[in-house]
Structure formats: structure tokens, C-alpha cells
């Protein structure tokens, strides 16, 4: 799932007109590099869940991508008039989804990023809840969000911690709190959920150390066109 419901209000006013997964970056929407990364692990199939400028979004991907992969789309602006967070559009999407899938945001930059069956099978095979890529911490998140213990745990508490790189799997239990297709349109943060689960040793964790960027700024998607 890519998830691209998002006003992007740092982006204005680039967003204002364009949604943000749209945005071009070396010639290329920031959406299109996961679509051709998951067509390249083998995963053809992909839901998208859209809310601000959404149909921007259908109208430049359509329902498949010259590579194969199929898209569904997760219409939560048209829905409910607007993005339900984090937690609230994965739960909506539920009805579209595996029991074990993958999650990325489709503002992130991570061009050499594998998302990989081997580590889905990994992750399918572990018992956990999710598994969080956590990446080293950039300039505008410096303290981090989550710990990473020897063993592979993912820790709410720790004294050092790395920022989560909004790429992960997760397991449809780990939603088992929230009605399945949120047919309320529950607006939902994933945080909180994902520190209830980590104080539970439901999620486990790996750093990343390939290039990543939250494409949060227009200043960070010039300074990435110009690299």
C-alpha cells in the first residue's frame, strides 16, 4: 500500500494545485519510483488510498502500470471529505489488502530501496505484528522516534532511537482494534498503535542505510533535483 492521502501543507504552495506523491523529481511523479521498486520485487499488485487532489492521482496512474502492476484506490477524500491519518485509511483499505503487507508513504525518496519477497516471507514467518525500516536521523527529526534493541525489537522507550522511515509490513492484526473498511471514517493516527504494540514485543525493526528522504519541503525536493 502507498500511502497518498496527504495535504502536504509544508509543500505549499506546490501542493496547492498538484498532490503531493505527484510531484516530479528528476522527471518522475515521487509515487512512480515505489510503483517501479514494487514491480521489480515482484509485487504486482498495489493499493493506493488518495484524499487531497486524489483524482490527480487515479487519473496519472490509472489501474496499471506499464510494468504490470495493478493499482486499487482507497478514495478517502471522496469517501469522507478527507485523509482519515495514518492507521485510520490502512483500516479502511483493509478489504484490499493481503493478510501480510507492505506499507511506504508516497512522499518518501528511497531510490534504492528492495522490497523484497525474501523479506516478506521473513516477516510472514515471524509472528510479529509489523516490522519498521527505521533510518539514521535527518536534521528536521533529530531525537528520533523509535529504539531498535539487539535482538531486533522495535522499542517505544530507548535512549537512542532512529526516525521511522514510514516503510514497513504489517499484518492485518495488528488493525484488529478498528472496525475492518472503517466504515465510520474514524480518523486514526498509527504512532500510538505502534507504541501499544512495541510495549507488547509485537513489532520488530532493522536500520536502513540507503538514501532516504521525507520529501517534506520544497527546499528538500529542489535540493534532491539538483543532486
Known amino acids: 500500500m502507498i500511502l497518498a492521502a496527504g495535504r502536504g501543507e509544508r509543500m505549499r504552495p506546490l501542493t496547492d494545485s ?32 488518495t484524499a487531497w487532489l486524489g483524482e490527480q492521482i487515479e487519473s ?3 489501474h496499471e502500470t506499464p510494468e504490470g502492476v495493478r493499482i486499487a484506490y482507497s478514495h478517502e477524500g471522496r469517501d469522507f471529505g478527507g485523509a482519515l491519518e495514518t492507521a485510520g485509511g490502512i483500516a479502511r483499505a483493509l478489504p484490499l489488502l ?39 536521523n535527518p536534521p ?14 522495535a522499542l517505544n522507550q530507548a535512549g537512542e532511537r532512529h526516525t521511522y522511515s514510514t516503510t514497513g509490513l504489517f ?33 520488530s525493526a532493522e536500520l536502513y542505510s540507503g538514501p532516504w528522504t521525507d520529501v517534506g519541503t520544497p527546499e528538500r525536493l529542489a535540493a534532491l533535483d539538483a543532486a
Open 18 to 49: 498538484c498532490p503531493k506523491p505527484l510531484l516530479p523529481l528528476k522527471g518522475k511523479p515521487l509515487m512512480g519510483y515505489h510503483l517501479e521498486a514494487f514491480g521489480r520485487g515482484g509485487f504486482r499488485d498495489v493499493v493506493v488510498n
Open 60 to 62: 496519472r496512474f490509472g
Open 98 to 136: 493481503d493478510e501480510v503487507f507492505w506499507i511506504v508513504a508516497g512522499d518518501v525518496y528511497m531510490p534504492q530501496f528492495l522490497f523484497t519477497r525474501a523479506a516478506y516471507d521473513r516477516f510472514a514467518a515471524s509472528g510479529k505484528l509489523a516490522h519498521l525500516f527505521l533510518v539514521p
Open 140 to 153: 528536521h527529526n533529530p531525537k528520533g522516534d523509535f529504539g531498535l534493541s539487539a535482538g531486533g525489537q
Open 171 to 203: 499484518r492485518r492484526a495488528f488493525f484488529d482494534g478498528l472496525p475492518v473498511g472503517n466504515p465510520q471514517g474514524r480518523k486514526v493516527a498509527l504512532a500510538p498503535l505502534l507504541r501499544q504494540a512495541m510495549d507488547r514485543g509485537e513489532v
